[in-house]
């Protein structure tokens, strides 16, 4: 009975250690489900779903590949707000970090009279040494290395484009080469358009056959001064002596109008720069049209003047309409000079011989002369003179002329030589003379040779006036002048850069062309073409870029036809700030490229010889010398 007891009170115990196990094994199971949900569930709605979550027991494991460091570290962040931090264990993975990306590597050449600078950022495995030295060899002008290097392989089609930029650059005297992996872009300027054809023909034929090449060659328009123009129509037909135009668009309207005045071939006009009004083409049309409405002479445009000489025998109430309807019609600027010679009869009329020089320098040679050979000799006098295309003669051969008419012919031809414009009137009795000069001491001149020429007794007479406007050493503005347009100039438009190159920006090449066209009115001057910087970078880096753009403005210069035998061009990087480099607006100022004159230096005050300062040495030290007789003594 005893036993039975006791066999009852261990199963008892028993079934409730069964029950107690089960009842913890139960909670066990709840806690782990509730934890790794509840963690999950935070994961997901920030997002981090790639990682994994797996309870065991009383312990969360996070698993999974982390993108990085600091999505691994938030992740058991989420989860430890959850449950307590102590229960996770943390099994997640980092994904390998990708590898940094290679730099663009690229380069850039230039090349003009000064030297040749290399710009740009190249891989370590390109012999710098060796293509420093390439570009050494193609002349004696200074390389200005301005090269950064990276220890990154060399990407497919470096070399190749590198070694085309070296074969190009060695052909090229001014030009720009950049520089890319399977590209190169070449922009250079040719003399002329033959030579710009030879130029593409040559680089398309050395380029290799995967390379890109992008050129832009071009040849820069002359600048015609005066812009001139001259049509005739004569016993030979219609003919441009001389033909200018701006645009192709006004060359066309202009050869239209003149074939349309009965010019007979494809004729020509030189496009070029210097158009004295945007309606150029406009006149001229108009007055070939009145031209061939008089029906003969010519018709000359030396910038805004135009003068138009009727052919001998033009009606007089023709030559008035067609005239009046002219001056009307021109646009504005242009100035009508209108001349109808008076028609004489070779043998009734008076023996005169009368030679014209035109303001734009044609000389028309009429009225008597005593033989074929004398007129020979006076059409190549004249030819030699004032060039062989701005002679015409119309002169007669008569006979009975004074013996000294030769004589007294080739003076008056030689002294309408000193003149700008004028003309010459010979007859039996005295030589009349005419005109315009922008040389003060013409009229002296001129009496000194025809006294010479014809003798003393002669008689002439001479009629010059002295027009400042057309000399040519006081008409040009002074050096100081120059420099203060060109400031003025400068300061309301900006030559700006590509940026980090010394490549001028497209929108500031008519800047360029202003800046020419007031040099090519200054005469010979000493200037200097300044390159600034701003503090930004190397100071190194800032001198080298800055001597690099004012180089490439000097080219720019040249390429205009600008003489610049005496300019220099000098880089100051970040020496002159004229703002504070502290903001952009004064970073901006002092990124600029300024002209100022090469004034010399003397320690003599201006107006004082050396001499003068001498004497006045001596002066002063003869007035101590009387003032104090001691001295000598001392």
């Given at each position: 009975m005893r036993v039975s007891r006791l066999t009852m009170i261990m199963a008892v115990f028993l079934t409730a250690a069964g029950f107690a196990l089960v009842a913890a094994n139960s909670s066990v199971t709840i806690v782990e489900e509730s934890s790794e949900t509840g963690v999950r569930q935070q994961l997901d709605l920030n997002g981090l779903t790639w990682a994994e979550v797996e309870a065991s027991g009383l312990q969360v494991v996070l698993a999974g590949t982390a993108p990085n460091e600091a999505l691994r570290f938030r992740a058991l962040s989420i989860a430890g707000s959850v449950v307590d931090a102590a229960r996770i264990m943390d099994e997640m993975q980092i994904a390998a970090a990708e590898d940094v990306a290679p730099p663009r590597f690229s380069a850039e050449v230039l090349r003009n009279t000064a030297g040749i600078s290399v710009i740009g950022l190249i891989p370590l495995s390109t012999d710098r040494d060796a293509l420093i030295e390439a570009f050494t060899a193609m002349s004696d002008l200074p390389v200005t290395d301005l090269l950064e290097t990276a220890d990154y392989p060399a990407p497919s089609g470096w070399e190749d484009a590198l070694a085309y930029a070296i074969t190009a650059m060695d052909?090229?005297?001014?030009?720009?080469?950049?520089?890319?992996?399977?590209?190169?872009?070449?922009?250079?300027?040719?003399?002329?358009?033959?030579?710009?054809t030879r130029m593409e023909t040559e680089l398309r034929r050395a380029a290799p056959p995967a390379l890109k090449v992008a050129l832009n060659i071009s040849a820069p328009r002359p600048v015609i001064t005066p812009f001139t123009l001259r049509f005739v129509i004569d016993e030979a037909g219609a003919r441009f002596d001389a033909c200018s135009a701006d645009t192709e668009a006004a060359r066309t309207s202009i050869l239209t109008a003149a074939m349309e005045a009965g010019l007979t071939g494809p004729g020509r006009c030189t496009l070029g720069m210097g158009v004295p009004s945007p309606n150029w083409s406009d006149a001229v049309q108009t007055a070939i049209a009145a031209l061939a409405e008089i029906g003969g002479g010519?018709?000359?445009?030396?910038?805004?003047?135009?003068?138009?000489?009727?052919?001998?025998?033009?009606?007089?109430?023709?030559f008035e309409q067609v005239i009046g309807e002219l001056e009307n019609a021109l646009p504005e600027v242009f100035a009508l000079y209108p001349v109808r010679p008076k028609a004489t009869d070779p043998v009734d009329g008076p023996a005169e011989f009368l030679a014209t020089l035109s303001p734009e320098g044609q000389v028309q040679l009429r009225g008597r002369i005593s033989g074929e050979k004398m007129r020979d000799v006076a059409d190549s006098f004249a030819r030699a003179r004032f060039g062989s295309e701005n002679v015409y003669t119309a002169a007669r051969v008569v006979p009975d002329l004074p013996a000294d008419w030769p004589a007294r012919v080739l003076t008056g031809i030689?002294?309408?030589?000193?003149?700008?414009?004028?003309?010459?009137?010979?007859?039996?009795?005295?030589?009349?003379?005419?005109?315009?000069?922008?040389?003060?001491?013409?009229?002296?001149?001129?009496?000194?040779?025809?006294a010479g020429k014809l003798g003393e007794e002669a008689q002439f007479e001479i009629n010059v006036t002295y027009i400042e406007e057309l000399d040519?050493?006081?008409?040009?503005?002074?050096?100081?002048?120059?420099?203060?347009?060109?400031?003025?100039?400068?300061?309301?438009?900006?030559?700006?850069?590509?940026?980090g190159s010394a490549t001028i920006d497209a929108g500031a090449l008519p800047v360029m062309d202003e800046i020419a066209e007031i040099l090519s009115e200054c005469g010979d001057l000493r200037l200097e073409v300044q390159g600034h910087t701003d503090s930004q970078g190397r100071e190194e880096m800032n001198l080298a870029l800055s001597q690099a753009r004012a180089e490439s403005v000097l080219n720019e210069l040249r390429a205009r036809r600008v003489l610049t035998g005496n300019f220099l061009a000098v880089g100051y990087g970040e020496e002159n700030p004229v703002a504070d480099n502290g903001n952009e607006d004064g970073r901006e100022d002092n990124r600029r490229i300024e002209f100022r004159l090469i004034r010399p230096e003397s320690g003599v005050p201006e107006g004082d010889s050396a001499l003068e300062s001498l004497a006045e040495k001596t002066d002063t030290e003869g007035e101590a010398t009387t003032e104090d007789p001691t001295n000598e003594q001392d």
């Open positions: 052909g090229l005297p001014r030009a720009k080469v950049s520089v890319a992996a399977w590209r190169v872009a070449i922009t250079a300027i040719a003399d002329s358009t033959a030579d710009k010519s018709v000359t445009f030396s910038d805004a003047d135009v003068t138009i000489v009727a052919a001998e025998g033009t009606e007089f109430g023709l030689e002294a309408l030589g000193y003149l700008n414009n004028g003309v010459v009137v010979v007859t039996p009795e005295t030589v009349r003379l005419s005109g315009a000069s922008g040389n003060a001491d013409a009229s002296d001149m001129i009496a000194r040779l025809m040519p050493v006081a008409a040009l503005p002074t050096p100081e002048e120059c420099e203060a347009r060109i400031a003025e100039v400068v300061a309301g438009s900006k030559i700006n850069f590509e940026p």
